[in-house]
């Protein structure tokens, strides 16, 4: 009886306790994040700031949508509805104002740089940095001054005929598919993937002394096949950093064939690395300027692991970039007949071969010019914020205090889009870049402001490829124009731009374009 009465009372202790514990974890359980919430709205020195208050009180908003693809469709609609400086996290704040590019990115005297944002650049764990991820501001100058060799305008020069060959070689590959349309000479592409082609074999040619073949096979070579299905991750480790001890677990998590994978596909890249570096042939490509212009003794030289980081960084950064723009300016221009026929009659008009066609006289085209920077403006492509933060002491962003460690980006897709800087913003407008468009008198363009467009970003981090992606860019539409008429496919797959999702990278999607040759004589 004694005991049965002791052991119900032990029993009745241990219930009590442990609805006690329950209750106790469910009140913080579901007080916290309401504390969090409060302090986050009313009492964080952002607070201050517009914004939706559910992406203001809790990160988890802004991760999520980065993990369903849609940052930058939500963010561009936060922006048109709070205006060009908007709270988008609790510590994060999303610029669509052309004078972000001067307060974030060029060097302002008296203030620190802002660093670019470890939590999209960092490195993955055992990786030796590249220029994209370099760790401190010496170890970024370091390689970027030693990268820079590769891109200066006498670098430019003498890798102009293997950046042509590939170009020409996709012009050959689309005149025997419209050949095989017999009579009509036309045949529909997915120039997406034409785009993909030409641009990875010539960052393959200039990086590695070895094209990836991609135009000879018609095919994405596996390397860039995996390449692009790691957007996905990217996006995802990228979500998981803003959670430090979720980052720690989601990493132990990846099952190990994904890693696996992950690691091979980045040691192919230094396995052709080293191919390269083994070549007794002099070429004139990126290794080539990198070795001649480095110096053990002053220590202005990569480290072996820096190379091979470096040269996989170069090859996707001078791809991807070129081909989304190339993508995003054909598909407007297929749609805007009044633009396409301005730029063939150029381009028609001026050559009367395609050897004539050299980067200097390229760049002269004023309307060809025009039609690239009107494709980076409406299709830029990293239309995300491009990531940094507010160095030590804190700074201020169009007269905005901000405190040390805000993440601050400039949004291109809004900015760019913006009806307040852009006449038809919306509206693929190559007009709007000549100079007429300032000139003359009554033109709807007269008070755009084309200096908010910087698709190469300006100052300290801005693009070391850019005259490299223009000559290239160049290159391939007015050779494209020259060869073939292009229109919409009749029934083909068309894209949305605006609609297609955004992980690290954009994911394009199939546009089928009609082309019919022009031109009877081979190349
Ligand atoms: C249309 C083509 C291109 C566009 C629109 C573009 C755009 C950009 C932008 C916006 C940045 C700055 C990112 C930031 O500040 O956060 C950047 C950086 C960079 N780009 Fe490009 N890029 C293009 C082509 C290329 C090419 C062809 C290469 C080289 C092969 C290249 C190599 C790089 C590198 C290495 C950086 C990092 C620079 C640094 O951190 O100092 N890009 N690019």
Redesign the pocket.
Known sequence: MFEESVSFGVFRMFFIVTVSILSVELKIATQLPIAIAIRNLYFHPLSRYPGPSTWCAFRFRYCYTLWKGDLVQDLHRIHLQYGPFVRVAPNEISVAHPDGWDDIHRRRPGHLSFP?NPIWWGELPDRTPS??SAATPED?KRM?DL?SHCFTPKALKAQESTINLHINKMIEELRKRCLQGQNSKSAVVNIVEWFCFVTFDI?GDLGFAESFHCLESNSMHPWVEELFSYGRVGALVAAMRHYAVLFKIFMQCIPKSVLDASLANFNWGVQKTHQRLNLEVQREDWIKYILHNSNEETGDSLSIGELENNMN??IF??SD??ST?LSGTTNHLIKSPHALLKLTNEIRTTYSSMAEMTFESLQRLSYLNAVIEEG?RMC???PSG??HIVPVGGDTVLGHWLPAGTHVGVHQQSLYRSPHYFHEANTFHPERWLSSAKSLPGSPFRDDKLEAVQ???TGT?????KG??LAE?RSVMARLVWNFDMSVAPGGRDVDWLSQKSYAMLERQPLDVQLVLERSETL
């Open positions: 670019k220029i994209v970024h970027r990268l960052t960084v170069l950064a001078g970039t070129c723009v980076l830029p492509p990293n491009l990531q698709s190469f970003s981090w801005g693009c070391i490829g490299l992606a860019l």
